[in-house]
């Protein structure tokens, strides 16, 4: 079964600055999307960027991008410039593509504050 | 177009209770997955709908049932309710199985 590790529960990060969270994944599939979704008080869960692994570059949206190193397994989000509205629960989540279905896997979260 | 919407909001029954959630799939979606979220931890997948079909199923016990309407609406139906089946559930649509899936706001279930 595949699982997702994000092992930093917590960051925080200067208004207008850039930080990294970190996500690693484990899989015996060689095809399989990766995501990053956004969860802020308000619940709903929102897509933030999606990354096919077949694609060798990099996945980005607009300040969003991602550092996805397919051998290591690890898929970091890079966010730049941050802003207030940044602040919230980051997940990484894994699907794959090999099944008739594609539940998504995610990691245990991690919460991003944006200090002013 | 309408996004992922999902009610009541928020939910409080007693344990043995049952309950049954409702979820709007985004215009032009025909899947949909409904997923357990506990306080502090990542979404975990109860099961997912195609086509009025169930199209697989996460580590949940048969209590935990579901429907898909023709319009590609569906519920969530949880019988004998226990204190650990407190937490959020959020439904996602998508238009094919393995196509990305949205969320919708969520429900906020309390199991007393």
């Known amino acids: 079964a595949q699982t997702v590790t994000q092992s930093q529960p917590e960051m925080s990060v200067q208004e207008a600055e850039t930080v990294t969270l970190s996500c690693t994944y484990d899989t015996s599939e060689s095809d399989y999307y990766l995501f990053w979704y956004k969860q802020p008080p308000s619940r709903q869960m929102i897509l933030v960027i999606r990354q096919e692994a077949y694609k060798q570059q990099n996945a980005t949206e607009n300040r969003f991008s991602v550092n996805f190193q397919k051998a290591a397994k690890s898929f970091s989000l890079k966010i730049s410039d941050s802003q207030l509205g940044d602040a919230a629960m980051y997940f990484c989540a894994y699907s794959s593509v090999n099944s008739g279905n594609t539940p998504l896997v995610f990691g245990k979260g991690t919460r991003l504050s944006v200090i002013a | 177009e309408t996004g992922v919407t999902q009610s009541p909001t928020h939910l409080i029954k007693t344990r043995g209770q049952q309950v049954t959630l409702r979820c709007s799939s985004q215009?032009?979606?025909?899947?949909v997955s409904w997923y357990q979220q506990a306080l502090g931890q990542g979404p975990q997948f109860i099961f997912q709908?195609?086509?009025?079909?169930?199209?697989g199923r996460g580590n949940f016990p048969p209590r935990f049932s579901g429907l898909q309407f023709p319009n590609y609406s569906s519920e969530l139906n949880v019988n004998a309710l226990e204190l650990d089946d407190s937490a959020l559930y959020l439904c996602?649509?998508?238009?094919?199985?393995?196509?990305?899936?949205?969320f919708g706001p969520g429900t906020r279930l309390l199991v007393l």
């Open positions: 215009s032009g979606h025909n899947t």
């Open positions: 709908y195609y086509r009025e079909e169930e199209n």
């Open positions: 996602a649509s998508s238009s094919g199985t393995l196509e990305t899936q949205y």
